[in-house]
Nanobody, 118 residues
Framework: QVQLVESGGGLVQAGGSLRISCAAS????????MGWFRQAPGKDREFVAG??????TYADSVKGRFTISRDYVKDTVYLRMNSLKPEDTAIYYC?????????????WGQGTQVTVSS
C-alpha cells in the first residue's frame, strides 16, 4: 500500500504562484508514476500533470504555467503553479501508480484546496 498526503493549498490572487506538495509513504519503491488531478465544483476530476522516470506530461490548460517535479529521496512530488487563474480553483489530488497493475494510478490522496481570487 501507498499513502499520499497533500499540502500547500490555499488562497492566492490571480496572477500569483503557489506550490503544492504530496508526500508518499509505504511501498514507495513500487511507484512508477505520480500525478496531479483537480476537481472544480460541479465538474469532473481532470488530469493536470504527470511524471515518470522519462518525462512529464501536462494538460493543455496548464502547459507553460505549471511544473511537476519529484524528489525521489523525499518521496515527494510537487506542483509549481504560476500565473494562476480563477479557473484553476479546485481541489487538487495527488495520485500514484504501481507497475504491474491494470490502472495507471492506483492510489489517491485526500486533496488540497486551491482557490484563486480574481
Amino acid at each position: 500500500q501507498v499513502q499520499l498526503v497533500e499540502s500547500g493549498g490555499g488562497l492566492v490572487q490571480a496572477g500569483g504562484s503557489l506550490r503544492i506538495s504530496c508526500a508518499a509513504s509505504g511501498r514507495t519503491f513500487s511507484i512508477n508514476i505520480m500525478g496531479w488531478f483537480r476537481q472544480a465544483p460541479g465538474k469532473d476530476r481532470e488530469f493536470v500533470a504527470g511524471i515518470d522516470l522519462s518525462k512529464q506530461t501536462y494538460a493543455d490548460s496548464v502547459k507553460g504555467r505549471f511544473t511537476i517535479s519529484r524528489d525521489y529521496v523525499k518521496d515527494t512530488v510537487y506542483l509549481r503553479m504560476n500565473s494562476l487563474k480563477p479557473e484553476d480553483t479546485a481541489i487538487y489530488y495527488c495520485a500514484a501508480g504501481e507497475s504491474g497493475t491494470n490502472t495507471v494510478y492506483d492510489y489517491w490522496g485526500q486533496g488540497t484546496q486551491v482557490t484563486v481570487s480574481s
